[in-house]
T-cell receptor, first 114, second 114 residues
Framework: AQSVAQPEDQVNVAEGNPLTVKCTYS??????LFWYVQYPNRGLQFLLK??????LVKGSYGFEAEFNKSQTSFHLKKPSALVSDSALYFC????????????FGTGTRLQVFP | GAGVSQTPSNKVTEKGKYVELRCDPI?????LYWYRQSLGQGPEFLIY????????DSGLPNDRFFAVRPEGSVSTLKIQRTERGDSAVYLC????????????FGPGTRLTVL
């Protein structure tokens, strides 16, 4: 079955420090991977996606993600965290069997402390 | 430009009642998706429209749930005989409909069934 795992319910980081939010996936065929962010009482906002090509994908708000095929991972990263980055982050993979729908992980809450 | 909009933002109803949730996609987006997000979980796929037709409704939990998109733009998710377990945030997303496109989400409708 196709799936996404976010092993950490919460990640805490001090402002100015680098952050990593982990994601691993299991898919049939080529993986198409996404990161979304959700602020309180708001919908999901698209951050970035990996389709093909360069393993390091750059996205909105200074975020980037590294695709690693051998480890089936797509970790979200940012060199210097901001307090305003505190939110709920979701990793998702495109369903290659029943096309176009996204399969989401359970989310990781990022807390950036001043 | 205008994003995906959803109305109402909140809906409280009693068990057994009928509800309708509306989604207005981004102009020009031919693909429209409904997801359901329960507390502490990632969004789960319900149904996908390409134009006016439901291309994939495999995520609808049972026959109490139905969705339409009669003119290929606005969509309505309809829930009959609501149950307390239907309480969740219902998210709508739209995309251009040509892969590799990105799904853009609305703010969601929080449904509470008493």
């Amino acid at each position: 079955a196709q799936s996404v795992a976010q092993p950490e319910d919460q990640v805490n980081v001090a402002e100015g420090n680098p952050l990593t939010v982990k994601c691993t996936y299991s898919v049939s065929g080529n993986p198409y991977l996404f990161w979304y962010v959700q602020y309180p009482n708001r919908g999901l906002q698209f951050l970035l996606k990996y389709i093909t090509g360069d393993n390091l994908v750059k996205g909105s708000y200074g975020f980037e993600a590294e695709f690693n095929k051998s480890q089936t991972s797509f970790h979200l990263k940012k060199p210097s965290a901001l307090v305003s980055d505190s939110a709920l982050y979701f990793c998702a993979v495109r369903d290659n069997v029943n096309t176009d729908k996204l399969i989401f992980g359970t989310g990781t809450r990022l807390q950036v402390f001043p | 430009g205008a994003g995906v909009s959803q109305t109402p933002s909140n809906k409280v109803t009693e068990k057994g009642k009928y509800v309708e949730l509306r989604c207005d996609p981004i102009s020009g987006h031919t693909a429209l998706y409904w997801y359901r997000q329960s507390l502490g979980q990632g969004p789960e796929f319900l149904i996908y429209f390409q134009g006016t037709g439901a291309a994939d409704d495999s995520g609808l939990p049972n026959d109490r749930f139905f969705a339409v998109r009669p003119e290929g733009s606005v969509s309505t998710l309809k829930i009959q005989r609501t149950e307390r377990g239907d309480s969740a945030v219902y998210l709508c997303a739209s995309s251009l409909g040509t892969w590799p496109d990105t799904q853009y989400f609305g703010p969601g409708t929080r449904l509470t069934v008493l």
